[in-house]
Structure formats: structure tokens, C-alpha cells
């Protein structure tokens, strides 16, 4: 069955970088998206990243624009988040989710996401 599994969170400074990873298995990783979402407690899930497919371009949220990159590894079917210059607002569950490329980013269905990892940011 198709599992995606977030790992590299942790408790960080303000100021410093994490690289989260999304490794997916049970599927043909070249033929999905793989975006990231980010969860604050008491609060719904909210876009962070994703790629456009064959390399057309990175979409992010405003709140991550110039701090986090999205890249994929197809080789090592896993999706990455390097985040740079983490703030304490940046303190949230992270989550990698997959959906068709026909599918709208951020909107559109997604079919499977991961469990998560959580990412603090002291001050």
C-alpha cells in the first residue's frame, strides 16, 4: 500500500534550518506531486509548498516565500522541505500529502498523506 513518511523535524533555535524529508513507497513516485502542508494546534491544515511538475516552477505560501524550498529526489522516491531562518510562527506539525498532477495545488484532491513530524521553533 502507498505510505509517505515524514522525518528531519525537531526542536531548533529562531534562526536556524531543518531539511525535512517525505520518503513514499508503494507507488510510481515520478508519476505524483508530493506538496507540503503544515498543521497549528487547534487549527486546519495549511498549504506550505509544492512543485510544479517537470520542473516548471515552485509555488509557497506567502509565509515561507524565500525561507522554505520544495525539491524531489525521483531516484530516492522522497520529497524535501529545506527550511532556512525558522521563526517561532514557523512551529507546526508537518505534513507531506501526494495528488495527481492533473489536481489543483492546494485545493485540489489529495490522495494519501503522511503522519506528520513536528517542527519547534524556539525564541
Known amino acids: 500500500q502507498v505510505q509517505l513518511v515524514e522525518s528531519g523535524g525537531g526542536l531548533v533555535q529562531a534562526g536556524s534550518s531543518l531539511r525535512l524529508s517525505c520518503a513514499a513507497s508503494?507507488?510510481?513516485?515520478?508519476?505524483?506531486?508530493f506538496d507540503w502542508f503544515r498543521q497549528f494546534p487547534g487549527q486546519d491544515r495549511e498549504f506550505v509548498a509544492a512543485l510544479i511538475r517537470n520542473g516548471a516552477g515552485t509555488y509557497y505560501a506567502d509565509a515561507v516565500k524565500g525561507r522554505f524550498t520544495i525539491s524531489r529526489d525521483n531516484a530516492k522516491n522522497t520529497v524535501y522541505l529545506q527550511m532556512n531562518s525558522l521563526k517561532a510562527e514557523d512551529t507546526a506539525i508537518y505534513y507531506c500529502?501526494?495528488?495527481?498532477?492533473?489536481?489543483?495545488?492546494?485545493?485540489?484532491?489529495?490522495?494519501?498523506w503522511g503522519q506528520g513530524t513536528q517542527v519547534t521553533v524556539s525564541s
Open positions: 500529502a501526494l495528488r495527481l498532477y492533473s489536481s489543483a495545488v492546494e485545493t485540489g484532491e489529495y490522495l494519501y
Open positions: 508503494g507507488l510510481i513516485f515520478s508519476n505524483y506531486a
